[in-house]
Nanobody
């Protein structure tokens, strides 16, 4: 499974960004998908996860109400819409795929990772 994340950039606080992740190499609808982030000097942090059929989602408390994860199985893509961005959202964002994750938020349950895309939010 290969994942290619894109859409990061430099924005101001309050702005929006939409991250995309193209997935290839395995039947897309068999994968649970997630977004994680890692800021300099900090541990990898769960952001959002979505079930195989897109019905169930889960979010970190820090992004709930501001971020939305979605997937389009026909496009083999997963998205992260980020609104009302804050400086503390600054990090490298990674998309990840799992064959069997049931918690969405546990990074060790994800077998495949994209290369990351930088999101920088200025105050």
């Amino acid at each position: 499974v290969q994942l290619q994340a894109s859409g990061g950039g430099l924005v101001q606080a309050g702005d929006s960004l939409r991250l995309s992740c193209a997935v290839s190499g395995r039947r897309f609808d068999s994968l649970v998908l997630g977004w994680f982030r890692q800021a300099p000097g900090k541990e990898r942090e769960f952001v959002a996860g979505i079930s195989r059929n897109g019905i169930n989602t889960r979010y970190a408390d820090s992004v709930k109400g501001r971020f939305t994860i979605s997937r389009v199985n026909a496009e083999n893509s997963v998205y992260l819409q980020m609104n009302s961005l804050k400086p503390e959202d600054t990090a490298v964002y990674y998309c990840a795929a799992s064959y069997s994750s049931s918690h969405y938020s546990v990074w060790t349950e994800y077998q495949h990772w994209g290369q990351g895309t930088q999101v920088t939010v200025s105050s």
